[in-house]
């Protein structure tokens, strides 16, 4: 699972397993690194179908790719009420995605993974633990290692930016 904390404003982190909120005596092992990659700009506009996707360049030290995008207020019927990346990576890798805030306010994202031809592999609204705003999934590329994220609104007529991260851990 990714988490992160918005601004560099610290927190709590709770750790449980699948069946509760665990147990104080166990052990637990988490790792935490820096994000080093620097975000990517949405560029291409219209982006919201698989023929007119931003290819995004992958970076390899990261392992994934960080993108800086914005979603209009066009009710679902607009340029730019999704916006649709394609990435290219080992056939059969796991591919991890997931939304954050941009500029401190998060948006309420949805977000989707597809195959080369358009299927949906994965959909995720809110990521688990309660409503949130954010979303993430994962799923598996297929045979040709294209695979596209969709990001959209849930709601009509929000509007505004956002970060997504995408890697194969």
């Not at 909120?21 to 291409?44: K, N």
């Amino acid at each position: 699972e990714g988490f992160f904390f918005t601004d560099g404003a610290g927190g709590t982190l709770a750790v449980g397993d699948g069946l509760g909120a665990g147990d104080p005596t166990w052990s637990y092992r988490l790792a935490v690194s820096a994000l080093t990659a620097e975000a990517q700009t949405e560029t291409s506009a219209p982006n919201d179908s698989p023929a007119s996707a931003q290819a995004l360049a992958w970076d390899v030290a990261f392992d994934g790719v960080v993108v800086a995008g914005d979603l209009d207020a066009s009710d679902g019927a607009g340029p730019d009420a999704i916006d649709m990346y394609r990435i290219d990576v080992a056939p059969g890798a796991r591919v991890v995605a997931f939304t954050g805030p941009e500029g401190g306010r998060a948006l309420d994202t949805v977000l989707t993974l597809r195959a080369s031809d358009g299927t949906t592999l994965a959909e995720n609204d809110d990521l688990p633990g309660g409503e949130t705003l954010l979303s993430g999934t994962e799923a598996t590329a297929g045979p040709d290692g294209v695979a596209f994220v969709e990001i959209g609104v849930w709601g009509m007529g929000a509007a505004g930016g956002y970060s997504l991260f995408i890697g194969t851990p």
